[in-house]
């Protein structure tokens, strides 16, 4: 279980393709503190922590499923990939109720400055029984992107904005997506449960 506050943008330092699965290995502040088996969140997507070598670096396996529905395929050496670990049960939930557990994924179209704030705007492919299921934004609802827990505006059926403060602009992969960029959701697990509630009602 996630937040959605990302701890660091970090680096990817090696992708090695093993079958359908790849192995990557990021270089992070808290590379040493983590353990073999703990959850990260990469880009939103839960993994977990196979290798650590002790060098600042440790090392996560992503499955060919994981790959389908997510943007980790493209990663490559010199990336930036957005890191979360899992809450504490103890600590605030200062974002939203975040499982890890990516939907789809979403293409930038455009991003417009917006007096010391950014507007990214994203838009996927809209599947009517997906959006019955809850795969769908609300307006002022939650939403998260590439592991960010973001607030939602102009909602619409396949596409939504969002707007970027420049802290987390400067501290995440923000910084880095432009037109054309690919990045992960998760819609609201709120909004999943209601959803399918409402259908057997």
């Known amino acids: 279980m996630f937040s ?3 701890e660091e943008a970090a680096e990817v330092v090696a992708v090695v393709a093993e079958e359908g699965n790849i192995h990557l290995t990021m270089k992070c502040s808290f590379a040493d503190e983590l353990t073999i088996d703990q959850s990260v969140a990469h880009n939103g997507v839960c993994l977990t922590v196979v ?20 943007n980790l395929g493209d990663l490559k050496p010199g990336d930036l990939v957005n890191l ?24 930038c179209t455009s991003v417009t400055e917006a007096d010391g704030s950014w507007y990214y705007a994203f838009k996927y492919d809209f599947r009517p029984e ?3 299921k809850g795969y769908v934004t609300v307006e002022k609802g939650s939403v998260c992107v590439n592991g960010v827990s973001l607030t939602v ?25 432009e037109q054309g960029t690919r990045v992960n959701l998760e819609f609201d697990i709120i909004g999943k449960y209601i959803s399918r509630i409402s259908a057997l009602s």
């Open 4 to 6: 959605g506050i990302v």
């Open 51 to 70: 290798s650590l070598p002790g060098d600042g670096t440790y090392t996560v396996t992503a499955i060919k499923e994981t790959l389908e529905r997510s």
């Open 84 to 107: 979360e670990r899992s809450m504490k049960i103890d600590g605030r939930l200062d974002g939203h109720i975040v499982q890890g557990h990516v939907d789809t994924t979403a293409v």
């Open 130 to 132: 997906l959006a019955r």
């Open 153 to 177: 505006c102009d909602s619409e059926p396949d596409s939504f904005r969002v707007a970027i403060i420049p802290y987390t602009h400067d501290n995440t992969n923000f910084c880095r997506i």
